[in-house]
């Protein structure tokens, strides 16, 4: 999730080669550099000097951006995105990912991605260097070989009408009423909020009726959580959606059944280990086409926010290019 970072200036396009009047330049050779300080609890505040110096050394034009929240982030991709900027490069965690694939998504502006969050899921399911310094040097290379990969991305559209990207896994139950519950909570700070949120929601456990549409037959399956996966992984490594492709066009989803908390706490190590597709009580669709409907349940996608269900999701194919070889993963 992208906080803005205290004390940052305003947010604005400044290039490391300002022309003669001081105005912000972003050519066709320019890589914009969208940076998030708070993201991994700081691990970006502390990657993103390194990260720019090497990016610099290397000869590439850079343009180091770092906005006030999610809705600056955004604006500073569209704009990388309308002056045809020769990519866009996010040092940040899957939450500033999926901020930036608003403005990316169908553009044809490539992505790269050095992760600094605390799950870094997409470049895990992707197979991409997890490490800052080698993931910037994999983009360096990517950038001068002229290298990139294609990949599908979700598009989740709300009952109103307003439709998201997402490029990892969208979760609705109990995995994204943990995650709301933590958004809301401002007592106790740091992980320990995170497991107090997982204790209420468990007390909280209910089985929901989740009728799911998959390119147009209706299914009603009883369970606690289901996740729409683009890629496989979610919840910092989990693999939900083990045989999730981001390149065959289709959306992976899974549905944990009616358990209870202890056959729950069960399941999650085997979730972990990409294991619960032979439970009895876990049942998998896929399709290119998903209407996911459950009373009461809102839904979290690359970690964030989405909105209540009903949901529409749609694989959107080779919808994003990134900074990486076509080999990669």
Known sequence: MWRPPGGTVPCMLSSDTPDGQGKPVTTSDTLVVLTNPRAGKGRGARATGEVLELLRTSGLTIQPVTPNGAEEAEQACAEAVASGARGVVVLGGDGTIHVALQALAGSGVPLGIVP?????????????????????????????AGHTRVIDLARVTTEAGVSRW????????????????????????????????????????????????????????????????????????????????????????????????????????????????????????????????????????????????????????????????????
């Open 116 to 144: 600094v969050g605390t799950g870094n899921d997409l470049v895990g399911s992707l197979g991409l260097p997890t490490e800052p310094q080698a993931a910037a040097a994999a983009i360096v290379t990517a950038v001068r």
């Open 166 to 329: 997402y490029a990892t896994t969208l979760a609705a139950g109990f995995d994204s009423a943990v995650a709301d519950r933590v958004n809301r909570m401002r007592w106790p700070r740091g992980p320990l909020r995170y497991h107090v949120a997982v204790l209420v929601e468990l007390a909280r456990l209910r089985v929901r009726e989740f009728q799911i549409t998959v390119d147009g037959t209706t299914h009603t399956v009883p369970g606690i959580f289901a996740a729409v996966g683009n890629t496989g992984w979610y919840g910092s490594g989990a693999p939900v959606c083990p045989q999730a492709d981001p390149a065959d066009g289709l959306l992976d989803v899974t549905v944990a059944g009616p358990v209870g908390r202890l056959t729950l706490i069960r399941l999650k190590p085997l979730l972990y280990r990409g294991e619960h597709l032979g439970h009895p009580l876990v049942r998998t669709f896929r399709g290119a086409t998903i209407r996911l409907e459950a009373d009461g349940v809102i839904g979290y996608a690359d970690g964030e926010r989405i909105a209540p269900l009903p949901l529409e999701l749609t694989a959107v194919p080779g919808a994003l290019r990134l900074l990486a070889s076509p080999q990669a993963g």
